[in-house]
């Protein structure tokens, strides 16, 4: 149990205060908490509940879905993210436009540790594949939500074109 302020320290003015009560993995809760003139007080009971997050897995119709594959979900109302906005660090996807995860063992991924609200999730394939970038998904997250998006993604055709004379006909 924690006390505030702490032992031998002056305490709190008469009134309401509100406390917030956070943890890595977890959204974070709120009590709000009376102290009147001269008495201890003791705060409810708060529960924590997980982070939201986002799995799901990105297959191929044709082909195999290339490992460095982003799948990146953006606080909603966001714009959508440029065609390579992905970046490996520590093993790590890492991005400036919101959250991202590079696609893992049989096209699987999962974005952790997502604050509860509305995301667009974009899929995109590296520039240099022939993957067509599928449209996105709106999802919305509660607290301990996990939300499973999958894809299929598309190819370009290929059109082969053979020369057989060259005289005009």
Known sequence: PYEL?????????????RLTVSAPGYEPATVDVT?????LVE???VA????????GSVGARIGVVPTETCIVA???PGTAPGSDPCRPVDGECETDEGACAFIGLNGSYEIDR???????VHVIPPPSSDY???DPVTVTLTPGDVKRVDWVLDRLGVLIVSVYSTDGT
Do not use: C, H
């Not at 924590?48 to 799995?55: E, F, Q, R």
């Not at 997502?114 to 667009?120: K, M, R």
């Open 132 to 134: 067509v970038r599928p």
């Open 35 to 39: 102290v009147p003139m001269g008495q």
């Open 48 to 55: 924590l509940y997980p982070s939201p997050s986002i799995v």
């Open 74 to 76: 953006v606080p909603a």
């Open 43 to 45: 705060a409810a009971t």
């Open 5 to 17: 302020p702490g032992k031998g320290k002056p305490g709190l003015y008469p009134g309401l205060y």
């Open 114 to 120: 997502l604050s509860a609200g509305g995301y667009t």
